[in-house]
């Protein structure tokens, strides 16, 4: 390992650990300093852009992931990166790339397909949001975050019945998830109105029941 790059891991094993310290200001002057007296660092950079991400600093954190990116290509947490700023900055088309490339080469990888949902539904591709989802469903743990979104893209896909043991399965799983269930079925285009929230919550019970 050449003086140079060893350089460039320390300044980067520092930085992580002020990261995880909370020193969010200190990592980044160390990954800047790295980068500004050392070669361009894959990992550096990675890090960078996401202390940027963690403060909204999105078209700095897409500059650095890009940069990341050219160095390591296949490199599936940098693509998974990319695609949440990509998806900050309003740039879907640019995210679903990112994401299709990361499932492409991490087909094992839950983020990246919860990701590539994210990204499909951004673009209004509910089927194909549902497909992802359930992707993630049959490859990790049972999650209800995961459950509130796939009953929200079948929502919109018209598939209420669907919708609902989705809804039903996210509220079993946690039942923290009845507001975002409450307001995604509060929509117009749904056709139904709980006026008794607490008929909502047996209903989904009851969903869960027959899932």
């Given at each position: 390992m050449s003086t140079a790059a060893a350089s460039a891991e320390q300044c980067l094993a520092l930085a992580i650990r002020h990261a995880n310290a909370g020193q969010s200001d200190r990592a980044k002057l160390l990954c800047e300093h790295a980068l500004a007296?050392?070669?361009p660092h894959p990992a550096v950079l990675q890090l960078l852009a996401t202390l940027c991400a963690n403060d909204?600093?999105?078209?700095r954190a897409a500059g650095c992931i890009a940069q990341s990116l050219s160095l390591r290509p296949d490199h599936v947490p940098s693509l998974l990166i990319a695609g949440q700023v990509a998806r900050e900055l309003g740039d879907w088309p640019g995210a679903l790339a990112h994401?299709?490339?990361?499932?492409?080469?991490?087909?094992s990888h839950a983020e990246a397909w919860f990701g590539l949902a994210l990204a499909r539904q951004d673009l209004r591709d509910m089927e194909g949001a549902a497909v992802a989802l359930r992707q993630v469903l049959s490859i990790a743990p049972p999650r209800a975050e995961v459950e509130t979104n796939l009953g929200i893209v079948l929502q919109e896909?018209?598939?209420m019945d669907e919708a609902m043991?989705?809804?039903g399965r996210a509220y079993r799983l946690d039942e923290n998830s009845f507001g975002r269930i409450a307001h995604?079925?509060?929509?117009?285009n749904v056709g139904r109105l709980w006026l008794d929230l607490d008929h909502l919550r047996t209903e989904l019970r009851a969903c869960a029941d027959i899932a």
């Open positions: 007296t050392q070669p909204a600093e999105w078209p994401h299709e490339r990361a499932v492409r080469l991490a087909p896909a018209g598939k043991r989705a809804y995604a079925l509060s929509t117009p």
